[in-house]
């Protein structure tokens, strides 16, 4: 059987990468791609490297175009999916790229984002800690998904093993990731200018401002913890892909340096795309540039009295398209890692 | 009055960029050029971009042919310099870009570096808050200087307002840097190779293992800290200079926000090389490439009760170079800001 | 039927490459990498970003060792592959990424390259016009290939559809090459240092030394040309992997704008791996990136009497190890795009 | 004496780079700075690398506010110059960074750029040959100045002295530019943005169009040639700024190896900021970065009958600001070197 398949945001970083995946996916026939500004040219005039799809052209975004198909996946601006998740209540599987619906909290949103509050859907990670076992349990035939965002589901992913094993204290965390600007989409503005990136490394959203801080929260909430505060700074670097977090928090008093490193190998003991780094060997994001593999590595500093978490991750594979697909594979019964790959393209 | 100069390790990065600088200081006359393995070879091979320079010829590292002159800068791998200081014992002025005259507790220089201790030297951060005032005053008239590591200057200029305010807790910092390879030298390493950088973040000494973490707890002691714990880790990112660093430490009880920003204004009101960015506006690396100065901006994040401080820093200029002719104007009395320039190249 | 297969310099970038492409390969199974210096220590060491084949160990590379197996790749600098095919006559199917075997003339090889000379072997460029018809006729059945040089079969896949159809003048070709450094190898020189490649384009083997000289003329000549003249330049600019050639040839008295564009439009109609864009689209490396697709873009200056053909190529793949796999495919009698991909990774 | 200098443009990266290099002149006072967009905004604000002159504030684009200084320079999109230049008839000296006082034909600039043609204005590229010595005897005393094209001048610095000394053929002349964004200035255009030049090289204007060409056209045949014709290709590669032009010209039958590499070598002995390399060094960008230095290398192609000369520039400096300011300096009699360097900022 042969899913039909429509993608909005086609023209878009994250509409691309999902396209990319998908075009390689056996189970899929990509039908409909969609656009807003870009509807009536070629997908090939917007993305280049999609040799395969040549033959596609962006139609309009609307739910009459996204409707009638058996997974469709939207990558629009955030605050732009609810409109259209409502029109799209007959689709069998809807997937959201968008943060419009990833917070459980109406306050959360209000004040993060802000605009119409949307209910959440099943949240696209599923190797996340969650009380009683693991996020993909709840993919697991979900109808409507969302993808995470790429910061938070790295960040997330790299703490909730401690917090769900109790081992250290969600209260302080702090996380700085070296991003690069492909996260921030294909927007036009002066910031993201090549001129304005090379050579160069740009902090922003700083001092508890950024959007990801609550959907972390929650993230780390729902593996066990009561309350999460978190310090996070991204930096935006010269590569076009890829983010490295650098995430630490407190140990809790009396716990082992095995208790510890045990919480983190238990975790993602058997996962394909999480993967613990032996100790001393650290993550790049080259070795994950075009995977859907996050490589954590474990640290523990005990003259900070702190555990260390570096992480790597494809911000558009792992942090959004992949996850994506990863997700659509377990809701609908498909093998996880179909279209998917664990090997990353380096150098 | 024309100062005679020599410069060691004049083939290596740090030893170009003190050339770089020292080439248009109007006081000084670049009189000998050392290096090891390239003695012998013409100064323009090794640092092809010091045209007005090419008329030098570098000689060995030897005791002999660095006496005699009014100021020796040493920029040698560490271990290195010690044993040519005790050979320049009638040397007006020596100036160490290495570690070997930085660290005062023999323990820590056993710890992270091993070999013979050396005598500490006056330490050439002159902004650096200290007992009583700051780090200039210590420079004045110094016949020995050691310049600072470049990301431990960069994150104790961050964080020393704060300690020496009172206003945060130095027992649980956490700085992650985003760095440029060149600090780590011209050595022939494969994880230094570009095709390992080019488009790809890699976090190093992960963990507690950064030799520039004891230079920063000595700092801030020295800034008025009892203790310092820092979780300190460093990222390569693919630019070939620069230190975005961002710090975070608590905020202590009952603080308020204006006695915060306080402590980093008035810490800094009246420096030159030294700039604390308006409430919003952040640094970049770029704005500091080939200039003396350090931008730091200061946020302060009540949710996870830190604050958050971003630094560029050029790490061959304000990181090592710079601070070492900085405090060489300094010694000398001459105008602090000689040759040295507050103007980046951007983009 | 799985297809056993080794391959050598399994450590280093061609190698790496090998692998990463050969691990997706549904008819193949990675039994036996070897390496030189590296033996004895697991390929993840070397390959961090292979995930998949963290199970392997590096072997040492000798005859024995690569004997055995239905398909030998040899991934191996200039020069060593000599001593390992002689001991390889027994192998089924021998594939040399090295130089060893591209070169027809002892001379050419003498003045170039120097040492042993060893007979040529099949030219992995299937697409290369060839004297009544395409080099792929020749890799049917082929027992012994020899994989191209990464810029050499990217400037003759430019230029031989002009040659053959004679619509071009060989005599005076001139082509320049922006090129990443990856195409250099894992060598530990200070040119290829981060510090030396960031931010920087530095030409080398300017004024007609490059090694790829005779291979393309001999490719050329292949294509029709009686003479084969050729400036060539390349310079590296800072990105990990790709080519983008500028190749310009003088065009014919009398030739017309159609019979230029039709002479590369059917030399590649039909072509999955080389594609001629839309007259006024240009190539980008980042579209191939990861991709075994060569794009060319063919434009027409009447003032300069010249055709300009851009080509970009990701030098790892079609430049090298998935050229080596399309020609193992069609020697085999696979479906010539198994493993290989269209889409690059981008942005 | 002082003079009053006031920089239109001032918030994009010429105007930047003027101001830049401005501020660390001694015979001048920056007293205006304007913009169009951003007028009343602080200059700190778009130019934060400039923190020597954070006092400054943007004033409107208009000819009254640009009146009544020493010096103007015009930093304004091609085809706004000459609207201003008219009203600025009794300005001391103006110096246009725009292209609308470059070419003396009418043709041509109908051609390559349409609109209103202005007269031709001194030519901002001292060292240029020209008919009976160099252009720079032309900027002695002139009242209106036209900065160069920062690809134009490169390539003629190139190939001039070939032309001068009639030893090399104008009339196939090819050139290819790997070159970096900033030379496109701060436009918010999709394929300027860092995810789209981050790692890949891109060409555009191929194929005859760039508007460069007619302006390297006028200055060959300055140097004495009777019909000039070039094949350009200018190819964008990711580093923020410089140039690396490889331009290779035909041999004149019979000439010597010794008269070329003389023809280059006399051109040049004696500048301070054109210098050729010894035979066999190649420039590379970063070794001018920043500087006013034009570096070139001459290669003797034999095989390809062919001189290949490369060259590295900072486009913002020798290609444009450095070069207004050397003419501004050689026109008001002051040192010709004045606030310029020659060391570039390397790695």
Redo the contacts between chains.
Sequence with gaps: MTLSVAVSGASG?AG?ELL?IL??HPDVEITTVTAHANAGQPLIAH???????AHLTLEDTTPEVLAGHDVVFLALPHGQSGQYTDALKDSALVIDAGADHRLTDPAAWARFYGGDFHEPWAYGVPELAVAGGKQRANLVGATRIAAPGCNASTVSLSLAPGVAAGVIDAT???S?L?V???GAG?S???N?????????????A???THRH?PEIQQALRGAGADEV?????P?L??????I?A?S?A?IRAGVTDAQLRDAWESAYAGETFV?LLPEG???????????N?ALL?L????????V?V?A?VDNLVKGTAGAAIQSMNIALGLPEDRAL???????
Tied chains: 1, 2, 3, 4.
């Design positions: 970083y691309g990319r075009a390689a993305q280049p490297h999609l040799r395969s799809l302080d965390l702090v700085v070296a690069g600007p492909s294909k036009l503005k002066t993201l200018l090549a001129s304005e990136i090379l050579g160069t490394a740009n902090p922003y700083v001092g508890g801080i505060r978190i310090s996070f700074t930096v670097v010269p590569m076009a892909r890829g490295l650098t630490t407190p993967q060997v650290l993550p790049r994001t080259a070795d994950v540039l075009g995977a593999t590595s640290a523990i500093d005990r003259d900070a009295n702190r260390v570096t790597a790959t664990v090997n990353g393209v380096a150098p």
